[in-house]
């Protein structure tokens, strides 16, 4: 894919990494929604391992289904997919690779939600 279109960074608090306990609270973990032909597509970095699965057609409010659902949805202008020397295999670094995202210094998802964002901190 060339150029750039939308994507969805999508975070929620429900990870299960041996560091949990280190992260925001809210943004325990992180998955890409993209489009591909008729579908939204996710593409999960899970336990260091890639899911993808199709989710829902095109046509579908899939970011109004995830907030409903109380993740937190960022659109993302993806661009083409980023190919590192070395990446690290947690969600964050499958997201920045898949979107298209140069920022090596970001490892957790409230990291990347912030630089997604572009915000200071929200109030605990």
């Given at each position: ?22 992260l ?80 090596p ?5 409230y ?14």
């Amino acid at each position: 894919m060339t150029g750039s279109t939308k994507a969805y960074a999508v975070f929620h608090e429900h990870g299960s990494h041996c560091l949990s306990g280190l992260l925001h609270p809210d943004f325990q973990h992180v998955f890409v929604l993209i489009p591909a032909e008729t579908m939204w597509i996710m593409v999960d970095g899970r336990d260091g391992c890639v899911v993808i699965d199709p989710v829902s057609p095109l046509d579908f409010d899939i970011k109004n289904f995830y907030e409903e659902q109380g993740f937190t949805v960022v659109a993302v202008e993806k661009r083409d997919v980023v190919s590192y020397p070395m990446t690290i295999t947690n969600c964050v670094g499958m997201a920045k690779v898949v979107l298209g995202i140069n920022a090596p210094w970001i490892f957790t998802p409230y990291q990347l939600y912030r630089k997604l964002r572009d915000a200071p901190d929200p109030p605990r």
